[in-house]
């Protein structure tokens, strides 16, 4: 059976059935436990590592990622850029550009957050890039003006 919107939900359950209501459905209706959970929101608010002086999302794998673009002999300001980059239009089934464009959003606030959060001084910021020619939106967190020849 498949798993009715939250406004199928809401239509149902009321005004008084809110996000958390849905969530909780959902997960259970899906059979998701709460390693899912976790994982989600490992994605949603990331710690970040040190290598290099450059800032790596932990969550995306991106510590492994830059270690080899290291090795590669790619600068370290361009391996942080290529190593956190994590392409959000593929996260969830059939995601048009707009409403990935709106989860990136999402990404954004919450990268630069704690970025913010976990190191004050830092000079990276959390961006959105989209590539128009295959579709794809991404985010990822880098120097102002890293991968910006690309």
Known sequence: MPIASREEMKAANGD????ADYVHYALDA???????VLALTDLLNPTFVERDGRLL???VGAPQRYAAYRQQG???VEAEYWANLTLVSELLADLDVPQAKSLAQVFLWSWQNALTAQYPSATQLARILEDKQEGEVFVT?????AGLSR
């Open 141 to 145: 967190v880098a120097e102002p003006t």
């Open 74 to 76: 790619m600068s370290a």
């Open 57 to 59: 999302v932990e969550s």
């Open 30 to 36: 899906a059979g998701l436990g709460e390693d899912f």
């Open 16 to 19: 008084g059935f809110d996000a």
